[in-house]
């Protein structure tokens, strides 16, 4: 296993950092920017989330791989967490974290997201020790973890933040594979999905869980809300949940539901327990199919979202409508032959939905794009080359406080191996 604090690590990733401290100049007279050219070292490789903005307009993220390569991680390493940070008129690329595929976890597939002290929260589908076996056979069924930047300022080009794994999942009725970022509720209690265990026996591994971490004497403690049964409740939710203003929970899940094409799910606490809900079970057909990306509210309590689609069936965009203690469902936009829709969930800003998807666009390389209401008119914002520009957008978008949209691509770039954009109005 390869030191994080090596000498030839340290010297490698001075190098990344000042060769990419000023990567642009201004993009305010451009329409999209690269922002950031991931190198495959210590500043990771394969961004496939997207970004997470802070106060002071600067930006967090993870990569499936880079970092630490060796004796866990493989060839391609064990994945980064990274900062993206003003400097001038251009970005710095930082590393903050490179997992060393033991018990700290490897591959993050989620978002960081910023906790109310500060730190950031994440977690990652391997690793962490346990009975799972995954890409390169290293064990560990997942990880919640928490990052902490260094007590007091540093001097140095490089510091890497001090990672806490907060839950070790152990692949059974627990969990595992949680590729799904978390989030928190107001009490500081986290909640997030792992697409699979939980015992079902409809499900080789189990069907997938639904689990709450609550802080309790220094650690934290895990409860399962709900365990996938396979059938009409679901199988395999991959994406993040998100609560409406009486403390239910929605979700989606990738199979499952009445043709096994994936459904839309709501978690209702009770005395008892939680109880699931089926909003809509996705067909397969004009509907849409296998939903990677999770769903979102408006501030009139509707529910959107987006399906990936499959090589048989193109992606959507839908809004779920309440209406007398049921769900209504409107399509609002497909996507047709061959491609990979929208795996990152959408945002909504001023009444307009924006998002990526992977592989359609005038290139078929991935695009950005936005929906604008009432009438949902689709318009492209940036169809992805494939080349420097990068290609495979598989997160979702983030605004700056200025209206500039960002994210990332999973390929690409100077290096190939990724890139961070910005599109400015």
């Not at 251009?90 to 700290?104: E, N, R």
């Not at 929970?249 to 606490?269: H, I």
């Not at 309590?301 to 209504?328: C, D, I, K, M, Q």
């Amino acid at each position: 296993m390869c030191s994080k604090h090596s000498p030839v690590t340290s010297l490698m990733t001075l190098t990344i950092i000042l060769t990419l401290v000023l990567l642009t100049q201004s993009a305010q007279a451009q329409t999209f920017a690269v922002i950031g050219n991931f190198t495959g070292g210590a500043d990771g490789e394969a961004p496939v989330a997207g970004l997470t903005i802070d106060r002071a307009g600067n930006f967090y993220g993870t990569n499936y791989e880079g970092g630490n390569t060796g004796s866990n991680c493989g060839s391609r390493g064990c994945g980064a967490v990274f900062k993206l940070a003003h400097a001038g008129s251009g970005w710095m690329l930082v590393p903050l974290y490179d997992f060393s595929g033991g018990t700290d976890g490897i591959f993050p597939t989620a978002r960081v997201i910023i906790g109310p002290d500060g730190n950031l929260y994440g977690t990652t589908q391997a690793g962490g020790g346990g009975p799972c076996e995954n890409r390169d056979f290293v064990p560990g069924c997942g990880t919640v973890f928490q990052l902490r930047p260094p007590a007091t300022p540093c001097k140095a080009a490089l510091c890497f933040w001090t990672e806490t794994v907060l839950y070790r999942f152990s692949g059974f009725s627990d969990g595992l594979y949680p590729n799904a970022e978390v989030v928190f509720d107001q009490r500081g209690n986290l909640y997030g999905t792992a697409s699979g265990g939980g015992g079902s026996p409809a499900c080789s591994g189990g069907c997938g869980v639904v689990y709450k971490l609550t802080p309790s004497s220094g650690g934290w403690t895990e409860t399962i809300l709900y365990s996938f049964r396979g059938g009409t409740d679901g199988a395999f939710p991959e994406a993040r949940l998100v609560f409406d203003q009486a403390g239910n929970l929605y979700g989606t899940t990738l199979r499952g539901g009445s043709a096994y094409r994936g459904n839309v799910f709501q978690l209702t606490p009770s005395a008892a327990g939680w109880a699931e809900k089926t909003l809509h079970s996705f067909s397969g057909g004009v509907d849409g199919e296998s939903p990677y990306a999770g769903v979102i509210f408006d501030q009139a309590g509707n529910l959107y979202g987006a399906t990936s689609g499959t090589s048989y069936s193109g992606a959507t965009v839908y809004e779920l409508t309440p209406a007398g203690g049921n769900w209504t469902y409107t399509l609002l936009y497909s996507w047709y032959g061959d491609g990979y829709g929208p795996a990152g969930d959408l945002v909504m800003k001023a009444g307009t939905l924006y998002g990526t998807t992977a592989g359609y666009g005038a290139y078929q390389r991935g695009n950005v794009f936005k929906l604008a209401g009432p009438g949902w008119t689709y318009t492209s914002l940036y169809d992805f080359t494939g080349g420097a520009d990068g290609w495979g957008p598989d997160g979702s978008v983030a605004f700056d406080v200025s209206g500039n949209l960002y994210g990332t691509a999973g390929g690409g770039g100077a290096y190939d191996k990724g890139v961070a954009w910005e599109i400015t109005p």
